[in-house]
Nanobody, 112 residues
Framework: QVRLVESGGGLVQAGGSLRLSCVAS????????MAWYRQAPGNQRELVAA???????TYGDSVKGRFTISRDNAKNTVYLQMNSLKPEDTAVYIC??????WGQGTQVTVSS
């Protein structure tokens, strides 16, 4: 069974930065497409960014140019670097593996 553990969330002022990490276990990580989603209260879960096993990336329109997804296969870890954060980025950020496995999420709160 795949286990995903997120970290790095917190409270930050608008314009600030955070880096989220998601460590995977129970899988051959280098073979897995990975993604970050987010969900704010009352909203549907939305794709933030995705990365294929070979490193191709996709971003949601609202985060393009501000967020960067990357992976370190030696550490079984996928990262989300978030810059120029806005209050509307406030959400629980959830790691996903192979479009099937989900982490518990980490809270990101951006104050204005």
């Amino acid at each position: 069974q795949v286990r995903l553990v997120e970290s790095g969330g917190g409270l930050v002022q608008a314009g600030g930065s955070l880096r989220l990490s998601c460590v995977a276990s129970g899988t051959t990580f280098s073979n897995d497409a990975m993604a970050w989603y987010r969900q704010a209260p009352g909203n549907q879960r939305e794709l933030v960014a995705a990365i294929t096993r070979v490193g191709s990336t996709t971003y949601g329109d609202s985060v393009k140019g501000r967020f960067t997804i990357s992976r370190d296969n030696a550490k079984n870890t996928v990262y989300l670097q978030m810059n120029s954060l806005k209050p509307e980025d406030t959400a629980v950020y959830i790691c996903n593996s192979r479009s099937f496995w989900w982490g518990q999420g980490t809270q990101v709160t951006v104050s204005s």
